[in-house]
C-alpha cells in the first residue's frame, strides 16, 4: 500500500513512543521510573467529574456546534478578558479537541507552501511537524542555556524574512521550563508589530509557575500587538485534564471561521459532555490548581537538588511547567542513544532532546511522585558512573 507522502514528512512523536514503552515495561512488571511524559498524576478534580456527570444526567450526549459549546465559548473568553487582560469575545473561540488540536487546526487553516513559520529551539516537538504537514517551512532560532533557553528580539528581527507568515511563541516552555517576562514579552512584540508578523502564543502552562516569575499574554502587552495574536491553551496541564481532549483559540473572527469550517469536517464538534467539564473548570476557582502547584514545586526542588549533585550535567532552573532540560553532552552520547540506554539498564524513562532540536540535552519530567522521583535520579546517578567522560 502507498500511503500518502505528506506521512512520510514527519516523526513519528518521540515522547509517546518513550512513554509506551516504559509503560510497556510496567505492565510486564518492571519497576521503571518514568520522567517521559508531560502529564500531571493527580486526578481531574472533583468537581469537574461532577458538572460532566450532571451533563450527562441532563442529556447533553448528542451533536453540538462546530466551534463549541456556547456557554464554554462565552466562558473562555471571560477567562481571557479577566486573566489575561485579552479582549475577546466569545465569536472568537473556537474549542477543539486538545490544545495539539487546536494548533494544528490552526496551522492548516493559516500555512500555506511557501511560508515560514519561525519557532525558537528547544521546541514543542509538535510544532515543526504541524507546520510542515501543512506545505509551511520551519525556521528555527536557537536559544542557548546561557540566555536560559530564550530568545532575543535581535534573533528573531534577524529570522524574519518576506516569505515569515508566523511566529511560534511558547511560554511558560515545554520542555526547558523558560518563562518569558513582561519586558521580554513586550520586546518580543514590538519586533512583531514592526515586522507585521502573526504570533501564536501557547499558553497550556501558564498556571504553573514558581517563584517570581510571572505570566504575561503577549496579545495583551499593546493595542498594537493584540491584532496579530492568536492565543492558544487548554486544559490538560493546569486542570490534569489530558484524557479529556479539551483545548480552545482564540484569534480574529476570520481564523476562527476558517478554523471552524475545517473541524465540521473533521471531527464536527468537540465531546459535548467533556465541554461542560472544562465550564467547571473554569468557574470553579483555583484551588485545586494551587494544590497540584504546590506539589510540583516541591518535586521541582527535590528533582533540580538531584541533577545539580551529578557529575559533568547542567541545568538551568525553571521558572514553569514541569521539566528540566539537562545538558549530558560531557557524556559523548547523543540524546537519543543516552535515553535507550537509560532504560534500558536502569529503567528510567527521559525523551533525548534531539525531539525538541537540541541533541545535548535530555528533558526530565517531574510531574511524577516523590519516591519516583528520589529513585530514578538515584539510578540516573548509577548509569552516569558506568558512562566514561
Known amino acids: 500500500m502507498k500511503l500518502a507522502a505528506r506521512v512520510s514528512q514527519v516523526k513519528p512523536s518521540i515522547t509517546l513512543t518513550i512513554s509506551a514503552k516504559a509503560k510497556a515495561m510496567k505492565a510486564d512488571g518492571i519497576d521503571v521510573c518514568s520522567f517521559s511524559a508531560g502529564e500531571p498524576d493527580f486526578d481531574t478534580p ?19 456546534p462546530a466551534a463549541g459549546e456556547p456557554l464554554l465559548r462565552q466562558a473562555i473568553a471571560k477567562k481571557l478578558q479577566t486573566e489575561n487582560n485579552l479582549p475577546y469575545s466569545a465569536e472568537n473561540v473556537i474549542v477543539t479537541n486538545g490544545g495539539k488540536h487546536a494548533l494544528y487546526g490552526l496551522m492548516m487553516t493559516l500555512i500555506e507552501p511557501g511560508d515560514e513559520v519561525i519557532i ?44 515569515t507568515k508566523l511566529f511560534v511563541f511558547n511560554s511558560p516552555s515545554n520542555p526547558t521550563g523558560m518563562v518569558y517576562s513582561p519586558a521580554e514579552v513586550a520586546a518580543i512584540a514590538q519586533v512583531l508589530v514592526e515586522k507585521q508578523v502573526l504570533v501564536v502564543a501557547d499558553e497550556i502552562y501558564e498556571k504553573i509557575l514558581y517563584g517570581t516569575a510571572e505570566h504575561c499574554s503577549i496579545g495583551s502587552v499593546s493595542a498594537d ?6 492565543t492558544c491553551n487548554g486544559f490538560a496541564k493546569a486542570f490534569s ?4 481532549r479539551l483545548g480552545y483559540i482564540a484569534a480574529p473572527l476570520e481564523l476562527i471561521k476558517g478554523m471552524t469550517t475545517l473541524q465540521s469536517h473533521s471531527t464536527s464538534n468537540v465531546c459535548t459532555f467533556a465541554q461542560y467539564g472544562a465550564i467547571a473548570a473554569l468557574e470553579g476557582g483555583l484551588d485545586c490548581v494551587q494544590a497540584m502547584l504546590t506539589a510540583f514545586r516541591k518535586r521541582r526542588e527535590v528533582m533540580l537538588g ?4 551529578l557529575p559533568q550535567v547542567s541545568c538551568p532552573t525553571p ?3 514541569f521539566y ?8 559523548g552520547l547523543d540524546s537519543l542513544k543516552f535515553c535507550q540506554r537509560l532504560l534500558h539498564e536502569q529503567q528510567v524513562a527521559a525523551i533525548p532532546g534531539v525531539a525538541f532540536g537540541n541533541d545535548y540535552c535530555i528533558r526530565l519530567s517531574y510531574a511524577t511522585d516523590l519516591e519516583t522521583i528520589e529513585k530514578g535520579m538515584t539510578r540516573l546517578d548509577k548509569f552516569l558512573q558506568t558512562l566514561s567522560i
Open 241 to 244: 485534564m489530558t484524557g479529556w
Open 319 to 321: 521558572d514553569g511547567a
Open 120 to 163: 525558537p529551539a528547544p521546541y514543542w516537538l509538535s510544532y515543526p511537524e504541524m507546520v510542515t504537514l501543512a506545505g509551511g517551512t520551519p525556521v528555527f532560532i536557537d536559544a542557548t542555556a546561557a540566555n536560559h533557553y530564550k530568545i532575543t528580539p535581535e534573533q528573531l528581527r534577524n529570522a524574519i524574512t518576506e516569505k
Open 46 to 64: 472533583d468537581h469537574i467529574k461532577a458538572a460532566v456527570k450532571q451533563a450527562l444526567d441532563a442529556g447533553k450526549t448528542k451533536y453540538g
Open 306 to 309: 538531584a541533577v545539580h549533585a
Open 324 to 331: 528540566l532540560f539537562v545538558d549530558i553532552q560531557a557524556y
Open 225 to 230: 500587538i493584540f491584532p496579530l495574536t492568536i
